[in-house]
């Protein structure tokens, strides 16, 4: 059976992806800011790199990019920081008590079309207490918590996704590999707890077990994918962001994009998702 897929929107570099409700949130990271497909509103116009987003329980957008995370309110137009004094941030997760654990990353580095140097998993509670839970990893990008919470699934982009055991106080075990991955970047879970992840250098997503097994692959319409989201009324709907190679290798060398050729993409998803669950920081 062939897979249809809707154009949602086009861009540069398109990333961050966050479905809430009838929202459906994205960014394009050289243009900046966050945007709404369904209303056109876009929100901190002038941040750039943003890799990761998520929502607040009072309806702010928690953006990731350089320097740390901020928040926006989307009605109030209220914004601040939460996170300061890193190098940047890329994907976050909430922790399902008010917090969330995100990857750091090398941004200087990136936008200079340098190597980075290693980037951490971190965990923010949300009474605003910073702590660092892993070190020495090569590129944080993907990840998500099992439904359980005992563990977390990490996609360490240029090597493989992981899976680390979650003790108590959110403190991280001696990590496994689910699966050498090279080009491993957008994660998402379904609804049975399986893993799917996207590659910046693969045309398909696939589907792990806890285990590492590859139970599913969805072909995609185009050779790199950076993000990927379940969404709608019944968590059927998929949402990818796809990029053109060209650009992810002139990002990575720190030159301009110039073609508008990255797609954000809508299909029916062949299995029902996990909704992301949202973060309680008390902001403003």
């Known amino acids: 059976m062939t897979t249809e897929w809707t154009e949602i929107a086009r861009g540069f570099y398109l990333e961050g992806l966050l479905v809430d409700g009838d929202d459906l949130w994205f960014t394009d990271v050289t243009v900046g800011g966050v945007k709404n497909a369904r209303t056109g509103q876009v929100v901190l116009p002038e941040r750039t790199m943003i890799g990761g987003l998520l929502m607040n329980a009072d309806g702010s957008l928690i953006v990731a990019g350089p320097g740390g995370v901020a928040w926006a309110h989307p009605h109030s137009g209220a914004h601040g920081e939460l996170v300061t004094g890193l190098d940047g941030v890329n994907e976050m997760r909430s922790d399902g008590a008010g917090g969330m654990v995100f990857g750091t990353i090398d941004l200087p580095a990136v936008l200079a079309g340098r190597r980075p140097g290693p980037s951490t998993i971190r965990h923010l509670s949300a009474d605003g207490t910073l702590r660092l839970l892993q070190d020495g990893l090569t590129f944080a990008n993907g990840l998500s918590l099992s439904p359980d919470g005992s563990t977390l699934y990490f ?6 996704t992981r899976a680390f055991p979650v003790g108590p106080g959110l403190e991280l075990g001696t990590m496994r ?26 045309g398909e997503l696939l589907c792990l077990a806890p285990d590492g097994a590859v139970l599913q692959r969805l072909a995609l319409p185009g050779t790199a994918c950076t993000n990927l989201r379940f969404g709608g009324a019944d968590m059927g709907d998929l949402y ?40 309680g920081f008390g902001l403003g």
Request: proline share 6%.
């Open 240 to 279: 990818v962001t796809m990029v053109d190679p060209a650009s992810a290798q002139a990002l990575a060398e720190g030159k301009p994009l110039t073609e508008q050729n990255s797609r954000l993409l809508r299909t029916r998803a062949p299995v029902k998702g996990a909704p992301l669950g949202r973060t």
């Open 177 to 202: 590999t689910l699966l050498d991955k090279y080009d491993c970047d957008g994660m998402a879970l379904d609804g049975a707890g399986n893993v799917w992840i996207s590659g910046f250098a693969s």
């Open 155 to 160: 996609n360490e982009s240029f090597v493989a």
